[in-house]
């Protein structure tokens, strides 16, 4: 995707053709240098530089290598542009290599939400029951867990266990959304006193969830939904399932970033109301000139938004900040995670 050779000049033509519609002509220029300084340093440092689709467009359309051409890289570094758990994972399945992340304050409300002593407590409180972690938890969450699973494959990991009861964490939105396509009854028991979980005893439930949130799409209403709808009669809505279920069935479609990416690029709207980060809209919109992209763009993960070109530089310059995950702790977060690719 990125020649090796490419000069300043040719990265900012590059660049300009892809983003002339959505970052400013002066922020371009200084932009592309701050890129080709980060390419340079990819080369002689044999670094690949990873990132989630909520990086800023001038990053995301700069810098980052396909994470299919990564699985195979041969680098000696990966720097991860995204948040602290995504990096983690990034460590989780490539121990031999040093992992970085340019900020050291990029968190996600998701993985704070939940420890690994709260995981213990609920496997204590609901014996035999298995454990699923969205893989926004931080590694020893994972450790704890019996599997992982993406946004993307959260009910067939669920339906997968053949379990009748499963304990699915920390995402509230996503384990309703998960629950309701699945045809299960969910409980969300109380930290503290064991009474609670007598009551839930009395109930008929399948699955036993977490009351973490996203703190980007829990701001998304059906409200929202029905004001642009009424103004874009013509308007394809598609939401994240960290959005609330109210909001995904007021929708058209629902999926992962890489599911709604594929969906506006296979379908043929006019235009699209992405209920996620509103940079991701902006990444989108560039790829796909001929479609326009409706966001409500108050809404821009602070986590996400701590990763810059500048900091991407610096972490390379610098080495820094180096992602450690404690062996054993690795090792057991890794077969939770190997169980999920292996269900694909
Ligand atoms: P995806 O797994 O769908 O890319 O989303 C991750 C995330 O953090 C959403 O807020
Ligand atoms: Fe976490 Fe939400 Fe930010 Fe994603 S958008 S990293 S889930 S806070």
């Given amino acids: 995707m990125i020649q090796t050779q490419e000069t300043a000049q040719e990265l900012y033509a590059r660049m300009r053709e892809k983003l002339a519609e959505v970052v400013p002509e002066v922020e371009l220029r200084y932009k592309s240098e701050l890129a080709w300084r980060i390419n340079a340093l990819k080369r002689e440092r044999n670094a690949v530089v990873l990132g989630h689709n909520y990086m800023e467009p001038a990053l995301y359309h700069s810098i980052l290598e396909l994470c299919r051409q990564a699985a195979r890289t041969t680098a000696d570094i ?64 994972k450790a704890e867990s019996d599997i992982c699973c993406t946004s993307g494959n959260a009910a067939k990991v669920v339906q997968s266990l053949g379990s009748q009861r499963v304990i699915f964490l920390p995402d509230e939105f996503l384990a309703r959304n998960v629950a309701k396509e699945t045809g299960r009854t969910i409980i969300f028991p109380t930290r503290g006193p064991r009474a609670a979980d007598g009551q839930a005893a009395g109930l008929d ?15 998304f209403t059906v409200e929202d939904i029905a004001n642009v709808r009424r103004q874009f009669p013509d308007v394809v809505v598609l939401a994240h399932p960290e959005c609330s279920p109210e909001v995904v069935a007021a929708s058209d479609f629902a999926g992962s970033t890489a599911a709604m990416i594929a969906w506006v690029e296979k379908t043929q709207a006019p235009r699209y109301l992405l209920l996620t980060e509103c940079s991701m809209g902006d990444n989108i919109a560039a790829a796909n000139p001929r479609k326009e992209m409706l966001r409500l763009c108050t809404v821009r993960c602070p986590h996400m938004n701590e990763i810059t070109l500048e900091m991407t530089l610096a972490a390379l310059e610098q080495t820094r900040y180096v992602v450690e995950v404690p062996e054993e702790t690795r090792r057991r977060a890794l077969a939770a995670v190997e169980r999920m690719i292996a269900i694909g």
């Avoid at 439930?205 to 701001?219: L, N, T």
Wanted: glycine share 8%; net charge positive; charged share 20%.
């Fill in 78 to 141: 990966i720097v991860f542009c995204g948040v602290r758990f995504m990096a983690e994972t990034a460590k989780i399945l490539n121990p031999g290599k040093t992992v970085l992340i340019p900020s050291p304050v990029a968190g996600c409300s998701l993985a704070q939400s939940i420890t690994a002593a709260d995981v213990r407590d609920l496997k204590a409180r609901f014996p035999g029951v298995p454990v699923v972690s969205y893989v926004n938890t931080y590694a020893d969450v």
């Fill in 205 to 219: 439930y399948q699955m036993v969830g977490w009351q973490g949130r996203c703190e980007v799409h829990e701001k």
